[in-house]
C-alpha cells in the first residue's frame, strides 16, 4: 500500500511538473531530454504557485487561501450579470456549459473503479485527504505542519533520481518509456 502511495504522489509530482511547464511558459519537444535542474525548476515554480502568502512553506493557510480564490473564480463564472447573485438560469447554463464541454471531450459518463465520477488530479496536483495521513503529510516530513521547499523538492527529486538510469543527470525518452513501462507493469500486477 506504501509503495502504491507513493508511486501515486510521484505521479502527481510528474504530472505537476508538467502543469508547471505550461503556466510558465517554458516549452519542451516532446521526447526531448530533462534535466536534474529542470525537475528543480519544475517544483519550484509549483511550490511559487501553491504558497500563497509568500512565506517559504505550504501551510493549511496556502490552502484555505486556494481555496478561496477557486471559490470565488468560481462564483464569478456562474454570474452571468455581475450582479453578485447566481439565479437559477444562470447556474442551470453553467451546468448546460460544462456538460457540454464534458461531452466533447468524451467525458460524459466516466466512472472510476470504484464508481464515482472521474475527477482527476486535484488543481493542487494531489489526490486524497490533506490530512496527517493525506498526500501533504507524507510531503511533510518533520511533521510540523507544513511543507518546506525542501520537503517538497525531495520527492520529485527522487523520482528523477530513480527515472535517470545511467545517473547522468538527463532523463531521455528511452529512460522515461522504460520507467513508464515498469510503472504500468507494476500497477496491473504484472
Do not use: C, Y
Not at 510521484?10 to 530533462?34: C, S
Not at 496527517?132 to 527522487?158: H, I
Amino acid at each position: 500500500m506504501k509503495k502504491v502511495i507513493a508511486v501515486s504522489a510521484l505521479g502527481a509530482i510528474a504530472l505537476a511538473g508538467g502543469i508547471a511547464m505550461a503556466q510558465t511558459g517554458e516549452t519542451r519537444a516532446p521526447g526531448a531530454p530533462t534535466t536534474r535542474a529542470d525537475a528543480t525548476a519544475r517544483a519550484d515554480a509549483r511550490f511559487d504557485r501553491l504558497d500563497a502568502d509568500k512565506d517559504g512553506k505550504l501551510t493549511e493557510q496556502d490552502r484555505a487561501a486556494r481555496g478561496k480564490e477557486r471559490a470565488d473564480r468560481m462564483f464569478a463564472a456562474l454570474d452571468a450579470d455581475k450582479n453578485g447573485q447566481v439565479s437559477r438560469a444562470e447556474f442551470d447554463a453553467a451546468r448546460e456549459k460544462r456538460m457540454e464541454r464534458r461531452e466533447a471531450r468524451g467525458e460524459h459518463g466516466k466512472r472510476g473503479r470504484h464508481g464515482m465520477a472521474h475527477r482527476g488530479f486535484g488543481r493542487d496536483g494531489m489526490r486524497g485527504p490533506g490530512g496527517p495521513g493525506g498526500m501533504r503529510g507524507k510531503l511533510d516530513a518533520n511533521g510540523d505542519g507544513a511543507v518546506t521547499r525542501a520537503e517538497f523538492q525531495a520527492p520529485a527529486l527522487a523520482m528523477f533520481d530513480r527515472v535517470d538510469a545511467d545517473k547522468d543527470g538527463t532523463i531521455t525518452l528511452e529512460e522515461r518509456q522504460a520507467a513508464r513501462a515498469a510503472w504500468r507493469a507494476k500497477r496491473s500486477g504484472s
